[in-house]
């Protein structure tokens, strides 16, 4: 089927919405149930090509690729991407020859017609459902942030880091991994070291974004221009944006930026950036660069002699889903290697008989995405206490409460677990042996915060 021009294809494409798989399965695909059988039954029943793995985009004459996406609805009733968007293989020989105009991403990948299905689990893929089209062209403020994100990877593979990228390192445009397993791998050009094969792809949070927009009509805030994006990354926009309040107390800055200061609410850290961005009473998942990155926000607390007085708490842990889940594969890993987080750092400047009020002073902002040889010992982290899941967890009755051999803070500096519950009464069970257990989350050791909230 030829179109000569994008109102073409665009007409013709949005004829497809509300069909379900199969009314459009010529081919008997849906028979297969295989990854990517839902993007090559749109290519030949209803666009009528051969499915290809061609470097240029599907609808070579007008420029276009093709794309089928999920998007699912959470419990709340919003909508989320399913996943990524994973867009073409990185050939690292060659992508470090190119520029961005020339790279592989931007000949294939300028715009994309866009199918979004509505990713239902208790239904079989043939009923799911075409629920919108769009030819999605990048903003120009995007455009400005994929750019660098491009820039990004391909310095590290010119450096020889090709086996450390991770999809936390960017902020829209991601390398993930792309293979069966750990072990399919590529040469690449600078070291002798074999690189995880990966794919350029909009990461989830980028097409999260993009689905509410589009889907649910929501409007988002953008902090960021073009022209600042073209002189500056990402990150140091946001840091210039909190630059001004450095230093001065929160009562200060409750007085000049009309902020209602209460630090012991949990809505307190999100009102506090809102409005130090200016967009006093807007959520922080509205704010388009935050939303599109994934960045995820932490608030520190120094003490005088510099650390926190409490480790940083993350999410709640499944003993049974750590056992029965590869590494790769688990919600730390994901979390860990797709999340920036911000942390958003007080300090108290005098002890308590000094500052008997505990006045807080905002020291700064700093984004951050756990870097390679850190994921590792994560790695080896998890690594360890699957080991003693496996075993059984030897729990210890003391005076006060239930000691285990799971790692503790300052087993290695960096990570440990520990328990994190209403009360003693909240429990889960624990594989192999049964036992009930205190419910533990994964934590940050403060050290471990403070290293980074330094680093330069």
Request: hydrophobic share 35%.
């Given at each position: 089927?030829?179109?000569?021009?994008?109102?073409?294809?665009?007409?013709?494409?949005?004829?497809?919405?509300?069909?379900?798989?199969?009314?459009?399965?010529?081919?008997?695909?849906?028979?297969?149930?295989?990854?990517?059988?839902?993007?090559?039954?749109?290519?030949?029943?209803?666009?009528?090509?051969?499915?290809?793995?061609?470097?240029?985009?599907?609808?070579?004459?007008?420029n276009i690729e093709l794309k089928v996406t999920g998007v699912k609805?959470?419990?709340?009733?919003?909508?989320?991407?399913?996943?990524?968007?994973?867009?073409?293989?990185?050939?690292?020989?060659?992508?470090?020859?190119?520029?961005?105009?020339?790279?592989?991403?931007?000949?294939?990948?300028?715009?994309?017609?866009?199918?979004?299905?509505?990713?239902?689990?208790?239904?079989?893929?043939?009923?799911?459902?075409?629920?919108?089209?769009?030819?999605?062209?990048?903003?120009?403020?995007?455009?400005?942030?994929?750019?660098?994100?491009?820039?990004?990877?391909?310095?590290?593979?010119?450096?020889?880091?090709?086996?450390?990228?991770?999809?936390?390192?960017?902020?829209?445009?991601?390398?993930?991994?792309?293979?069966?397993?750990?072990?399919?791998?590529?040469?690449?050009p600078f070291s002798d070291v074999p690189a995880m094969q990966r794919?350029?792809?909009?990461?989830?949070?980028?097409?999260?974004?993009?689905?509410?927009?589009?889907?649910?009509?929501?409007?988002?805030?953008?902090?960021?221009?073009?022209?600042?994006?073209?002189?500056?990354?990402?990150?140091?926009?946001?840091?210039?944006?909190?630059?001004?309040?450095?230093?001065?107390?929160?009562?200060?800055?409750?007085?000049?930026?009309?902020?209602?200061?209460?630090?012991?609410?949990?809505?307190?850290?999100?009102?506090?950036?809102?409005?130090?961005?200016?967009?006093?009473?807007?959520?922080?998942?509205?704010?388009?660069?935050?939303?599109?990155?994934?960045?995820?926000?932490?608030?520190?607390?120094?003490?005088?002699?510099?650390?926190?007085?409490?480790?940083?708490?993350?999410?709640?842990?499944?003993?049974?889903?750590?056992?029965?889940?590869?590494?790769?594969?688990?919600?730390?890993?994901?979390?860990?290697?797709?999340?920036?987080?911000?942390?958003?750092?007080?300090?108290?400047?005098?002890?308590?008989?000094?500052?008997?009020?505990?006045?807080?002073?905002?020291?700064?902002?700093?984004?951050?995405?756990?870097?390679?040889?850190?994921?590792?010992?994560?790695?080896?982290?998890?690594?360890?206490?699957?080991?003693?899941?496996?075993?059984?967890?030897?729990?210890?009755?003391?005076?006060?409460?239930?000691?285990?051999?799971?790692?503790?803070?300052?087993?290695?500096?960096?990570?440990?677990?520990?328990?994190?519950?209403?009360?003693?009464?909240?429990?889960?069970?624990?594989?192999?042996?049964?036992?009930?257990?205190?419910?533990?989350?994964?934590?940050?050791?403060?050290?471990?915060?403070?290293?980074?909230?330094?680093?330069?």
């Amino acid at each position: 089927m030829e179109f000569t021009t994008e109102e073409e294809l665009v007409d013709y494409a949005v004829k497809a919405e509300g069909k379900k798989f199969a009314d459009i399965d010529l081919m008997g695909r849906l028979d297969k149930v295989t990854k990517g059988n839902l993007g090559q039954i749109i290519e030949e029943s209803y666009f009528g090509y051969a499915v290809n793995s061609r470097p240029e985009a599907d609808f070579k004459e007008l420029n276009i690729e093709l794309k089928v996406t999920g998007v699912k609805r959470n419990k709340n009733k919003t909508l989320s991407a399913k996943e990524r968007l994973v867009l073409n293989i990185i050939n690292y020989n060659e992508e470090v020859k190119k520029e961005f105009e020339t790279s592989s991403f931007w000949s294939k990948n300028q715009k994309l017609l866009l199918f979004f299905y509505l990713w239902e689990k208790e239904k079989m893929q043939r009923d799911w459902s075409i629920l919108k089209t769009h030819l999605h062209s990048y903003s120009d403020e995007d455009l400005e942030v994929i750019r660098q994100d491009w820039e990004y990877i391909i310095s590290k593979i010119r450096a020889g880091k090709a086996h450390e990228l991770s999809e936390g390192d960017t902020n829209y445009l991601g390398a993930a991994s792309k293979g069966t397993n750990s072990s399919s791998v590529r040469s690449q050009p600078f070291s002798d070291v074999p690189a995880m094969q990966r794919a350029f792809s909009l990461k989830n949070s980028y097409m999260t974004a993009l689905t509410r927009k589009l889907l649910s009509e929501k409007d988002l805030v953008r902090i960021s221009s073009q022209q600042e994006l073209k002189e500056k990354t990402l990150e140091e926009v946001i840091t210039e944006r909190f630059a001004p309040f450095v230093g001065k107390s929160l009562s200060q800055l409750s007085r000049e930026k009309n902020i209602r200061v209460n630090t012991n609410t949990k809505a307190f850290l999100p009102d506090f950036i809102s409005s130090l961005l200016g967009i006093k009473g807007t959520s922080l998942n509205d704010i388009e660069e935050f939303a599109k990155a994934n960045i995820q926000f932490k608030t520190v607390r120094l003490e005088p002699v510099g650390l926190p007085k409490e480790h940083m708490s993350f999410k709640n842990v499944d003993f049974h889903e750590w056992l029965d889940t590869p590494f790769d594969e688990s919600e730390l890993f994901d979390y860990f290697s797709e999340t920036k987080l911000l942390f958003v750092v007080f300090e108290y400047k005098e002890t308590d008989k000094e500052n008997p009020n505990r006045e807080l002073y905002f020291k700064g902002v700093k984004l951050w995405n756990m870097p390679y040889q850190d994921i590792q010992d994560l790695r080896e982290f998890y690594d360890h206490v699957k080991g003693i899941l496996q075993e059984g967890v030897i729990l210890t009755e003391k005076k006060r409460g239930t000691s285990t051999n799971l790692p503790g803070a300052g087993t290695n500096g960096k990570f440990h677990l520990r328990t994190k519950a209403r009360d003693g009464k909240d429990k889960i069970s624990l594989p192999v042996t049964g036992e009930m257990l205190t419910k533990h989350c994964f934590w940050f050791d403060k050290q471990y915060v403070v290293k980074v909230i330094n680093e330069a």
